[in-house]
């Protein structure tokens, strides 16, 4: 595992903008290392972004079974539901929890085995030239507000790096085969994150804000007071 945190969570502070390192790793961001991945076929850039929903057992948020289906650890066991996708060799590049907390499984320059069976403007294969985003949900209820900033986020990074052009569900390059991340993920909100950021604010940044308040203030209070002097007279 490498590096820590990854939830962008603060007082009301808006997270440090991600990096993608040269390795196609997200700088600071926890790492777990997936076997389920290879590499990319030669001279075939990143150029699409896919949205996913995951949930191990489904509807359940939190636990091990997403990391454990992604590392091929998953107990068959340990719940029902288990037993019928112990077997697959799945991953995605990266995850985000409900609450934002970002993992990584593969490199964004290899290959996640997160697509299957697929095709996007009449290209086939769309492993070969996507990075695939697992948001931790269900088609059944809203995503959170935390993984839209996330994801915006993660986007910024990701097209920063690389020559992204599209951000597509997983049922817009698998129709009738597969329908995440569903009707409750919100397109617009998602969107419009990307094309919005707020400064970072740092300690330093809140007093000069605090500061600069407190002069703007300044000349409404002289008035105040040059008006009750007037009253007096």
């Known amino acids: 595992m490498k590096g820590v945190g990854g939830g962008g969570k603060g007082l009301g502070i808006s997270p440090a903008p991600l990096v993608i390192d040269d390795q196609g790793l ?5 790492f777990i290392a997936s076997p389920n991945c290879d590499a990319r076929p030669g001279g075939c850039p990143v150029s699409l972004l896919v949205v996913h929903h995951i949930s191990l057992p489904p509807g359940v948020f939190g636990g091990t079974g997403i990391v454990d289906l992604f590392t091929n650890r998953l107990d068959p066991a340990a719940h029902p539901y288990f037993a019928t996708v112990a077997g697959m060799k799945v991953s995605a590049h990266f995850l985000i929890r409900r609450g934002g907390e970002l993992v990584q499984f593969v490199t964004c320059s290899g290959r996640a085995w997160h697509a299957g069976e697929s095709t996007w403007k009449g290209r086939a294969q769309c ?11 269900t088609g059944e209820a809203p995503f959170t507000a935390a993984q839209y900033r996330q994801l915006a986020r993660l986007t ?3 097209k920063a790096r690389y020559p992204i052009r599209a951000v597509v569900g997983h049922s817009d390059i698998a129709p009738g085969r597969k329908g995440d991340p569903g009707p409750h993920f919100e397109w617009g909100r998602f969107r419009t994150l990307i094309r919005k950021r707020s400064p970072r604010r740092t300690p330093g940044t809140r007093r000069r ?3 600069r308040n407190r002069t703007a203030k300044q000349p409404r209070r002289h008035a105040m007071a040059k008006k009750h002097r007037r009253f007096r007279q």
């Open 127 to 137: 492993n070969d030239f996507s990075i695939g985003v697992e948001l931790e949900g």
């Open 156 to 158: 910024r990074a990701l």
């Open 209 to 211: 804000i605090k500061n």
């Open 26 to 30: 997200a700088e600071g961001i926890p």
